[in-house]
Every structure is written in C-alpha cells, then in structure tokens.
C-alpha cells in the first residue's frame, strides 16, 4: 500500500484524543503482521522494532477531532487532500502512514506510536518503552522544505471562579459570536485568528450586558470559533447579534466575568526576532458555565522555560486577583535547538530530494522531542513533515505532492544508515 493509501485506511478507524484503543489495536496488528516486534507500556505507547534499526521514526496516533470527526469524508481539491465539515488528522496520521508503509516494506527503522499528544503530550510525557536507537525522527512538523531542530515547552492553567448570582427580571438574549476560523494555539496564533470568546466577550462589555451563562472553544489547543451566551439587560436592545428570549426572571451573575475577558491579554506576548517565530504566547481556550461557577482553560507556550514560568505565574496572579482559583498541569520544557550531527544527515537527504535549499528552525508548537529527549539524553532528534495547513481546525489539508517527497526523504535517512 502506499502512503496515501495506508492514510485513507486509518481515517476509517477512530482515534480521537482519549478514544484510541481501536487505532492502538490495529496499529499493533499491522506491525506484527510485518515481522516487527512490539513493546508497549501503561501509557498506551507503542513501540515496534527491527533488530538491524539504526534511527526511531516517531509520530503520535491521536487526532483532534473538531467538526464531524471522527466521521470523515475525505476529498481532493487541487492537489489538498481534506476532509469535509472536520479536521482531516493528517496531524499525525500522515507520519502514522508513512511508518505503516515502512514497515510493510521491511525497512530496518523502529518507529514509535505515541499516545495522546494532543491532550498535552501524555505519552512521551509518561514513556516506558526501551528505545534503542541514536537517533529520532520526529514526524510531526507541518511545512515541507523546513527541519524542525527546537520546539516551545508548554503549561496548561485550569481556572475556577466560583459565581454569585441574583435572581431579577429582565429582558433576555442569546448572544453568538461564531463562524470564526479557529487554528493550532501554537503555530496559527500569530496569525491574528480572532478569538471568539474574546470576541464575544468585548461586545457583550460594550453593551454593558448582565450575564446569565456563557460557554466557548472546542480544544485547549485550538483557536476558539464559537461562543455563547445567555445575557440580560434592564431594557430592550437592539443588535445584530442578539436574540431575544424575552422579559423573564434570570440568574444574573454579579461576578465582574466580562470586564475579566475583555481585559485578559490573548495571543502573542512575545516574539523571537533570531528564529523569526513567536517566543511566547496564551490561548484562552475553553469557557463553561454551571450554577455555581465558571471554569476557564487556557494553554501557555514559550520558546524559554523562565518565560514560560512566567506567564503561568502572571495568568494565576490576573485570575486570582478575579477571585479564581487557578491550578496548573501538564509542564514541559521547551526543546533546545539542535543543528548539528543527525540534522545536517536529514538536511543531505532533503537536498538530494527536493533539490533546493532547506530551512532549519524551530516551531512554536509541543513536539514531543523535548519530552523524549528527558527520557534519552543521548538521542540525536530532529522534526520534519509534509505540508499541513490549518491544522486543528475544519480548514485542515495536506499538500499530497509534498506527502510523496518527504517519504522519499525519509527512505533516505533510512538508508543512509542501514
């Protein structure tokens, strides 16, 4: 089977972050079918390996699934494969497919199915597997022609702010800030996506809206594209983006929720002028509401741990200052830049592919290299990938030309070193 082939096969099988037991199943099936030998650990990693393997491909087997997913509809449009109405998975399925193909080849290469990536790298996080080889090819960057040889590190910050309501009888509205694009936290937010929490947030503050609920985003590590709220005011309004449920009697909430969002500062922080990329950045991800409180989720990433550090303690300190509490979870340090070794290896072989120059850099974005890379210090790594965009959202596609020239690169790393 080719790549494409193997692909569109394991889009048929559902592997939602959380929901990954078939995908871990069958990818076990297949490898021990091709005469790999299989480990695997509590963290539901799975490594298969070749007794002659000098280099471990790696790529995680979750997706994040927005729209219709995992019920996907795959199509071609002018050389983009997509999916309709959801997020394709190419991000990591494409890396998935092509370790697949390897091994139905009987390529002497390990290659290494991680877990829950997309939930804040849980497997690497938690890995338990014997990896044996120098080296690791990270198969999770997104824009051919680039090695990834860095990454951001990352925190995500829970917040809950316990609500005090009062019951009053005023005219209510439903409010809707949708049809926003949404986008990856980490590469897209430089991108100046509108967020539509803040977006919401910012003209219910303007109108000097009440607030009985509000609800928005779809994953921590998404740009969100839709929000709703439930909101109230002393008299009729009149607005494009208002419903009206009527006069009735509501529970108002006297928190000061809206001036907290209009004011909190999302998007990019920082940036890094040396590797031209975003240095640090927030997402504010989620927000829910039950009777009692509201519950934010927010992901932070920077491309150094002190900054890293602290924007966590900065976000805790705004939100606590609200009345919230705020727990953080899921730490992992940025992975420091590698260029030498094992890349200027990966470099050669693009070269000769693509017969053109190669850029080298880092990305704002979790890899799980830098995780790895605490388990195996000795490891030389790099990142590459073919060409994704929109990942993370309903505009997700994979550029299918560039999904065959990377696989002819990373035949070459391969045998480079068999």
């Known amino acids: 089977m080719t790549v494409i082939e193997h692909f569109k096969t394991l889009c048929t099988i559902p592997h939602c972050s959380g929901e990954t ?9 297949k490898a021990e079918a091709y005469g790999y030998a ?29 729209g219709r997913a995992p019920a996907l509809e795959l199509y071609e449009e002018a050389g983009w494969l997509h999916a309709k109405e959801s997020t394709l998975g190419a991000d990591n399925g494409m890396g998935m497919a092509m370790m697949l193909a390897l091994m139905e080849a009987g390529r002497p290469v390990d290659c290494l199915f991680t877990s829950d990536e997309e939930t804040g790298l849980v497997g690497a996080r938690d890995l338990g597997v014997p990896l044996k080889t ?4 990270n198969l999770d960057s997104e824009e051919f022609g680039e090695i990834t040889v860095g990454c951001a590190g990352g925190v995500d910050l829970n917040v809950t702010l316990p609500l005090t309501r009062t019951a009053r009888e005023l005219y209510c509205y439903e409010a809707v800030a949708e049809g926003y694009p949404g986008g990856h936290s980490g590469v897209d937010i430089d991108k100046n996506i509108p967020n539509a929490i803040k977006e919401l947030a910012a003209k219910l503050y303007d109108l000097g809206a009440s ?7 779809e994953r921590r590590n998404a740009v969100p594209k839709r929000a709703i709220a439930t909101v109230a005011f002393e008299t009729e309004v009149d607005d494009a983006m208002l419903r009206s449920l009527g006069k009735q009697q509501c529970e108002v909430i006297e928190n000061p929720l809206l001036p907290m969002l209009h004011a909190f500062a999302h998007g990019v922080r920082a940036f890094d002028a040396g590797l031209g990329i975003v240095r640090t950045s927030i997402n504010l991800a989620e927000i829910a509401t039950t009777e009692t409180a509201i519950t934010i989720k927010l992901s932070a990433r920077s491309m150094m741990e002190a900054e890293l550090q602290r924007i966590a303690s900065e976000t805790t300190a705004y939100f606590e200052a ?25 470099r050669a072989a693009y070269e000769a592919v ?10 704002h974005a979790g890899l799980e290299c830098g ?14 990938g073919p060409t994704i965009t929109h990942p993370h959202s309903t505009r997700e596609r994979v550029d299918l030309e560039s999904v065959e020239q990377l696989f002819a690169v990373v035949e070459r790393v391969i ?3 068999a």
């Not at 037991?21 to 099936?29: D, K, P, R």
């Not at 990693?45 to 087997?61: D, F, G, I, S």
């Not at 120098?134 to 090819?137: I, R, Y």
């Not at 053109?356 to 880092?362: E, S």
């Open 134 to 137: 120098p080296l690791l090819l």
């Open 211 to 217: 607030v009985v609920s509000i609800g928005g985003g």
């Open 354 to 363: 693509s017969g053109g120059a190669v850029t080298i850099g880092a990305i």
């Open 415 to 417: 045998a480079a070193r």
């Open 38 to 66: 299989v480990h695997t650990d509590p963290a539901g990693n799975l490594l298969c390996t070749h007794p002659e393997a000098r280099v471990t491909l790696q790529a995680h087997y979750d997706m994040v699934c927005i």
């Open 322 to 346: 609200f009345g919230a509490a705020v727990q953080s979870e899921g730490f992992y340090a940025p992975w420091e830049p590698e260029q030498e070794g094992f890349v200027e290896e990966v």
């Open 371 to 384: 995780i790895i890379k605490k388990h195996f210090p000795q490891m030389q790594m790099a990142s590459v």
């Open 21 to 29: 037991a078939q995908m871990l199943a069958y990818l076990g099936e």
